[in-house]
T-cell receptor, first 110, second 113 residues
Framework: NAGVTQTPKFRILKIGQSMTLQCAQDMNHNYMYWYRQDPGMGLKLIYYSVGAGITDKGEVPNGYNVSRSTTEDFPLRLELAAPSQTSVYFC?????????FGEGSRLTVL | DAKTTQPNSMESNEEEPVHLPCNHS???????IHWYRQLPSQGPEYVIH???SNVNNRMASLAIAEDRKSSTLILHRATLRDAAVYYC??????????????FGTGTRLTIIP
């Protein structure tokens, strides 16, 4: 099992550009989550999904969109990137009450 | 949403036990208490979780107060590799029964050689 795989690991965006952070899991978990972590801070929940076709907002959803067309994939879309979205993004899936995290995607918006 | 409160930082000597406290005074009866830790430059990793009874695993022990308003993560013999940020979170059910997991700022544990 690969677990939770995130791509890309690093990305630099210009203000106003858009991009998609990819997240895939091979554990057949229904629950998936996107978090962001600013330097020296804790994790903030952006969006989460309880299964294919079902998503819900977390604590900081503004500026982001998600979709969940399959159990395996949970992409995070950034529209009109802003410097405030510079952060490390973590995707996670949950099985048997345990969260499994990806290695993170470091995004810089200049 | 039920919230947790943890000290910002703690220090402990190597090879001594460490007790990391967490307050969750607004916990509801169906909320599980979870602990995760985040090593430098890594994603968080699961440590332990429980509902009412104390729990033990190979990494740590979780002591839950009788009224469930607080809990303590116990590392029995700290090593340098245990230096990390430890998060106490509640696995809460939203109004729609969805499992929404939010993290606080955690406790940064420093191990002194």
């Amino acid at each position: 099992n690969a677990g939770v795989t995130q791509t890309p690991k690093f990305r630099i965006l210009k203000i106003g550009q858009s991009m998609t952070l990819q997240c895939a899991q091979d554990m057949n978990h229904n629950y998936m989550y996107w978090y962001r972590q600013d330097p020296g801070m804790g994790l903030k929940l952006i969006y989460y999904s309880v299964g294919a076709g079902i998503t819900d907002k977390g604590e900081v959803p503004n500026g982001y969109n998600v979709s969940r067309s399959t159990t395996e994939d949970f992409p995070l879309r950034l529209e009109l990137a802003a410097p405030s979205q510079t952060s490390v993004y973590f995707c996670a899936s949950m099985g048997s009450g345990e969260l499994f995290f990806g290695e993170g995607s470091r995004l810089t918006v200049l | 949403d039920a919230k947790t409160t943890q000290p910002n930082s703690m220090e402990s000597n190597e090879e001594e036990p460490v007790h990391l406290p967490c307050n969750h005074s607004t916990i509801s009866g169906t909320d599980y208490i979870h602990w995760y830790r985040q090593l430098p430059s890594q994603g968080p990793e699961y440590v332990i979780h429980g509902l009412t009874s104390n729990v033990n695993n190979r990494m740590a022990s979780l002591a839950i107060a009788e009224d469930r308003k607080s809990s303590t993560l116990i590392l029995h013999r700290a090593t340098l590799r245990d230096a990390a940020v430890y998060y106490c979170i509640l696995r809460a059910l939203s109004n729609f029964g969805n499992e929404k997991l939010t993290f606080g700022t955690g406790t940064r544990l420093t191990i002194i050689p």
